[in-house]
Structures are given as structure tokens and as C-alpha cells.
């Protein structure tokens, strides 16, 4: 069984930075497609950006492409979201998600952990 845990969100001022960790632990992410996921307040849950457990191939949502970053460390079984340029509309609690897999993709009915979210709001 995986577990997730994300941390680092927090208050940042409109074209500022942030990155968001995720700990995983129960089982190795190098098996795992890993993927963060948003929703702002009076929305639905929207998939950001998606990466092989492995590292090897990565895939990102129109809206954050050029802004935000995913990237694994399995060395410490950890992903992350470093993102740039942030906008009051990337305000919105941030998900950790994994499923079994060895695709970049991550379809949001096909996800099988989700962590408990952390919130990132931008002033503007």
C-alpha cells in the first residue's frame, strides 16, 4: 500500500516561486505513473503535470507548461513540483497522486493514492 504526503505549500506573491514535495512510502515509486493535481475553490479536481516513476519521460496540462516542473528522486522515494511564475489562478490545494504503472500518464479516474493535499494560494 503507498502512502503520500505532500508539503510546501503556502502564501506567495503573484510571479513568485514555490515547490511542493511529496513522500512516498509502502512501495518504491520507480513502479508508479506520479502525478500532482489541483482544485481551486468551486472546481473540479485538474490534472498539472504527470511523471514516469523512473524519470524518464514527463507530461504537463497547457495551463502550466514553461511555469512548472515535476521531477522523482527515488533515491528517497520523493516527488516534486517546483513551480515558477506563479498566478492567483494557481491558487488551489495541490495533490499528490500514483498509480500502478509505467506510463507518464495519469488519468484522474485511474489514480490509485492520493495524498491529503496541501494549499497554495497567490496574492496578487
Known amino acids: 500500500q503507498l502512502q503520500l504526503v505532500e508539503s510546501g505549500g503556502g502564501l506567495v506573491q503573484f510571479g513568485g516561486s514555490l515547490k511542493l514535495a511529496c513522500a512516498a512510502s509502502?512501495?518504491?515509486?520507480?513502479?508508479?505513473?506520479v502525478g500532482w493535481f489541483r482544485q481551486a475553490p468551486d472546481k473540479g479536481r485538474e490534472g498539472v503535470a504527470c511523471v514516469r516513476g523512473n524519470g524518464e519521460s514527463e507530461y504537463y496540462a497547457d495551463f502550466v507548461k514553461g511555469r512548472f516542473t515535476i521531477s522523482v528522486d527515488n533515491a528517497n522515494n520523493m516527488v516534486y513540483l517546483q513551480m515558477n511564475d506563479l498566478k492567483p489562478e494557481d491558487t488551489a490545494v495541490y495533490y499528490c497522486?500514483?498509480?500502478?504503472?509505467?506510463?507518464?500518464?495519469?488519468?484522474?479516474?485511474?489514480?490509485?493514492?492520493w495524498g491529503k493535499g496541501t494549499l497554495v494560494t497567490v496574492s496578487s
Open positions: 497522486t500514483a498509480r500502478r504503472s509505467e506510463s507518464d500518464r495519469c488519468p484522474i479516474n485511474a489514480m490509485d493514492y
Open positions: 509502502g512501495s518504491s515509486l520507480a513502479y508508479y505513473a
